[in-house]
């Protein structure tokens, strides 16, 4: 079975301080997804990488970077943590191709990042 | 622009009854469609998609899916609820022909009672 691992399950963080939260995976997905996921508002797609040190953004980059040096891993970036940063995130792998093929996603079990 | 609605913040059912939960969308052109489930402390998790042919899709866990073109809808089905079928569900959508973002709704929770 594809295995997406996210380093913290809980991660409590104070205004201003630099976020790393980062995701590994094991299937040799080509795309990689940050997602993060808010109550009513369901998951919102924040970064996305095809390839490695290739990035492109979501809906909702603004205060955060990613970075993909391996395949395998695809780091989010909070540069200066706010208290609106305090969500669940959600790290998401994928084969390249089509859903008609193989394409769906595969999901870590997200980090709940609280910004005090 | 691609968007998805889930109607229900809630649904409650009991168990051993009918479930549906319920999914439109809004995408130009042909979709592929997904619903994925989320149980406590854990990840989405795959359940079924539509790419096409057959309106009605199986998927894991006994449930399926009606894809109506018509009513741009792709309800989440299940004859018999089970206690252990209460979670968070999300109806995902990917257009066909252009991007290759996956688009979720915001998600319906459903608690099945004993």
């Known amino acids: 079975d594809v295995k997406v691992t996210q380093s913290s399950r809980y991660l409590v963080k104070r205004t201003g301080e630099k976020v790393f939260l980062e995701c590994v995976q094991d299937?040799?997905?080509?795309?990689m997804f940050w997602y993060r996921q808010d109550p009513g508002l369901g998951l919102r797609l924040i970064y996305f990488s095809y390839d490695v040190k290739m990035k492109e953004k979501g809906d909702i980059p603004e205060g955060y970077s990613v970075s993909r040096e391996k395949k395998e891993r695809f780091s989010l970036i909070l540069e200066s943590a706010s208290t609106n940063q305090t969500s669940m995130y959600l790290c998401?792998?994928?084969?390249?191709?089509?859903?008609?093929?193989?394409?769906?996603?595969?999901f870590g079990s997200g980090t709940q990042l609280s910004v005090l | 622009a691609q968007s998805v609605a889930q109607p229900e913040d809630q649904v409650n059912v009991a168990e051993g009854n009918p479930l549906t939960v319920k999914c439109t969308y809004s995408?130009?052109?042909?979709?592929?469609l997904f619903w994925y489930v989320q149980y406590p402390n854990r990840g989405l998790q795959f359940l079924l998609k539509?790419?096409?042919?057959?309106?009605l899709v199986k998927g894991s866990y006994g449930f399926e899916a009606e894809f109506n073109k018509s009513q741009t809808s792709f309800h989440l089905k299940k004859p018999s609820a089970l206690v252990s079928d209460s979670a968070l569900y999300f109806c995902a959508v990917r257009a066909r022909n252009y991007g290759q973002n996956f688009v979720f709704g915001p998600g319906t929770r459903l608690s099945v009672l004993p």
């Open positions: 995408v130009s052109g042909n979709p592929y």
């Open positions: 998401a792998s994928s084969p390249v191709g089509t859903p008609a093929t193989n394409e769906k996603l595969f």
């Open positions: 539509y790419i096409t042919g057959d309106n």
């Open positions: 299937m040799d997905h080509e795309n």
